[in-house]
């Protein structure tokens, strides 16, 4: 192959992996108009009083942890007699029924029956035993916690805010509990600020929706009821979110609104938590891409249809990128003069620079000292990156068929 054909080549990947390459510059456009975007004028109160909050706490086995979460809930700012706690049981064998009879504001709702395949079954089973306990009504917003969570005081006020003024789901701002424990929730503790300021926090600054995490979120007493929960692939939280986007809901967004979350320690643990959430991706998008892309009798804005489906393709996207990249790159390398490599070697060290700069704030805005994070963990965070492309790359073609629950060993989640 000569030097004409070589560039010919190089040139013409260069313009293949542009087209998935559309989907980064989205986010990248989001993410920088909402970041500088002045804050939205703050909406009056549509509903006066606070909200009765329902929490609903799922636990498979928690004796470890659940502990903490109650405490919290207890030292919360919000009134106490707004809030009452469903603590949902799911085939446990320990003494998490134990703990949560000890605290007066706990009721207990035990699940032996059906399948351990995640909380979007528990969630399903329980809600209309809650419903049916709350007979009149009186709980008028409901609150998903995990059981190794723990809430920052003003967690619930902060919540009940943005629900009082019209917005239906709302997303706490979930960041990694034990931030410092091991060199794997170092890489989880940059991951989630970055993740709630550049996906979560910008989207709200811009109107448009962002999605549920899983934990520390919250919905409308009506909404939920008459919607209920009805998911069915592993990442319930994404689902759920855009189930409601197609019905013309948004998921806010609230930064101020702070719950601390147990994060893997384990290399294992993370491989196996990334490929469960890559899955749940794929079979999210299986599911709706097609509603989203040519059902127009939906009631979404197009902006906001466009948003969603990209952030599903973005997984996809970004490994094909990547693969024609580095052949790309090894083209260029071994088959070209230096010179032709120079190019792709300092927009590589820019976009690394650039990185690390944004990943340095987002710490320091979200009061991550990086003293205690260390100079390591944030220099190979782009290897936490990578290793979350690898699972999307396996699980695409050899998807998780199983939900396996995480063993939470935390003695205290919070700062």
Not at 116 to 131: E, M, T
Not at 230 to 258: M, P, W, Y
Not at 295 to 324: E, F, H, N, T
Not at 384 to 410: D, G
């Given at each position: 192959?000569?030097l004409m054909?070589?560039?010919?080549?190089?040139?013409?990947?260069?313009?293949?992996q542009?087209?998935?390459m559309?989907?980064?510059?989205?986010?990248?456009?989001?993410?920088?108009?909402?970041?500088?975007?002045?804050?939205?004028?703050?909406?009056?109160?549509?509903?006066?009083e606070?909200?009765?909050?329902?929490?609903?706490?799922?636990?498979?086995?928690?004796?470890?942890?659940?502990?903490?979460?109650?405490?919290?809930?207890?030292?919360?700012?919000?009134?106490?007699?707004?809030?009452?706690?469903?603590?949902?049981?799911?085939?446990?064998?320990?003494?998490?029924?134990?703990?949560?009879?000890?605290?007066?504001?706990?009721?207990?709702?035990?699940?032996?029956?059906?399948?351990?395949?995640?909380?979007?079954?528990?969630?399903?089973?329980?809600?209309p035993?809650?419903?049916?306990?709350?007979?009149e009504?009186?709980?008028?917003?409901?609150?998903?916690?995990?059981?190794?969570?723990?809430l920052?005081?003003?967690?619930?006020?902060?919540?009940?805010?943005?629900?009082?003024?019209?917005n239906r789901?709302?997303?706490?701002?979930?960041?990694?509990?034990?931030?410092?424990r091991?060199?794997?929730?170092?890489?989880?503790?940059?991951?989630?600020?970055?993740?709630?300021?550049?996906?979560s926090?910008?989207?709200?600054k811009v109107?448009?929706?962002?999605?549920?995490?899983?934990?520390g979120?919250?919905?409308?007493?009506?909404?939920?009821?008459?919607?209920?929960?009805?998911t069915?692939?592993?990442?319930?939280?994404?689902?759920?979110?855009?189930?409601?986007?197609?019905?013309?809901?948004?998921?806010?967004?609230?930064?101020?609104?702070?719950?601390?979350?147990?994060?893997?320690?384990?290399?294992?643990?993370?491989?196996?938590q990334l490929?469960?959430?890559?899955?749940?991706?794929?079979?999210?998008l299986?599911?709706n891409?097609?509603?989203?892309?040519?059902d127009?009798?939906?009631?979404?804005?197009k902006?906001?249809?466009?948003?969603a489906?990209?952030l599903?393709?973005?997984?996809?996207?970004?490994?094909i990128?990547?693969?024609?990249?580095?052949?790309?790159?090894?083209?260029?390398?071994?088959?070209?003069?230096?010179?032709?490599f120079?190019p792709?070697t300092?927009?590589?060290?820019l976009?690394?620079?650039?990185m690390?700069?944004?990943?340095?704030?987002?710490?320091?805005?979200?009061?991550?000292?990086?003293?205690?994070?260390?100079?390591?963990?944030l220099?190979t965070f782009?290897?936490?990156?990578?290793v979350?492309?690898?699972?999307?790359?396996?699980?695409?073609?050899?998807?998780?068929?199983?939900?396996?629950?995480i063993?939470?060993?935390s003695?205290?989640?919070?700062?």
């Amino acid at each position: 192959m000569d030097l004409m054909q070589t560039l010919d080549l190089t040139n013409f990947l260069l313009v293949l992996q542009m087209i998935p390459m559309i989907v980064m510059a989205w986010i990248g456009v989001i993410a920088f108009w909402g970041l500088v975007k002045n804050r939205r004028p703050k909406a009056v109160y549509i509903k006066q009083e606070q909200n009765n909050f329902g929490i609903i706490v799922c636990a498979h086995n928690e004796e470890a942890s659940i502990a903490h979460l109650f405490d919290s809930i207890k030292a919360s700012d919000y009134p106490h007699e707004k809030i009452h706690v469903f603590l949902v049981a799911d085939h446990c064998t320990d003494r998490t029924t134990d703990i949560g009879r000890s605290y007066p504001f706990v009721t207990i709702l035990e699940r032996n029956e059906g399948p351990q395949d995640g909380k979007g079954s528990v969630l399903k089973w329980a809600l209309p035993r809650i419903f049916a306990m709350d007979k009149e009504n009186k709980l008028t917003a409901f609150a998903v916690f995990d059981a190794d969570n723990v809430l920052k005081p003003d967690f619930l006020e902060k919540i009940d805010d943005k629900l009082r003024r019209g917005n239906r789901i709302v997303q706490g701002n979930r960041l990694g509990g034990q931030p410092y424990r091991s060199f794997v929730t170092k890489w989880y503790t940059l991951y989630w600020a970055c993740y709630s300021m550049f996906f979560s926090y910008a989207r709200e600054k811009v109107g448009l929706s962002a999605f549920l995490t899983g934990t520390g979120f919250a919905v409308d007493g009506d909404l939920l009821r008459q919607e209920g929960w009805h998911t069915s692939t592993i990442t319930e939280d994404v689902e759920f979110s855009l189930d409601n986007v197609l019905r013309g809901q948004r998921v806010a967004f609230c930064i101020k609104a702070v719950c601390y979350d147990e994060q893997p320690h384990q290399v294992g643990v993370m491989f196996h938590q990334l490929a469960r959430w890559c899955t749940g991706g794929y079979q999210v998008l299986k599911k709706n891409f097609k509603s989203l892309a040519f059902d127009y009798s939906k009631p979404v804005r197009k902006m906001q249809r466009v948003d969603a489906i990209m952030l599903l393709l973005m997984g996809p996207c970004s490994w094909i990128s990547a693969i024609i990249s580095y052949i790309n790159s090894a083209i260029i390398f071994f088959k070209l003069p230096l010179l032709y490599f120079l190019p792709a070697t300092g927009f590589t060290t820019l976009s690394l620079i650039f990185m690390y700069v944004a990943v340095f704030m987002t710490a320091k805005y979200n009061h991550l000292p990086m003293r205690k994070i260390g100079l390591l963990p944030l220099l190979t965070f782009p290897l936490f990156l990578f290793v979350y492309m690898l699972c999307s790359i396996k699980t695409c073609f050899f998807p998780t068929r199983k939900w396996t629950k995480i063993q939470h060993e935390s003695l205290d989640t919070s700062q």
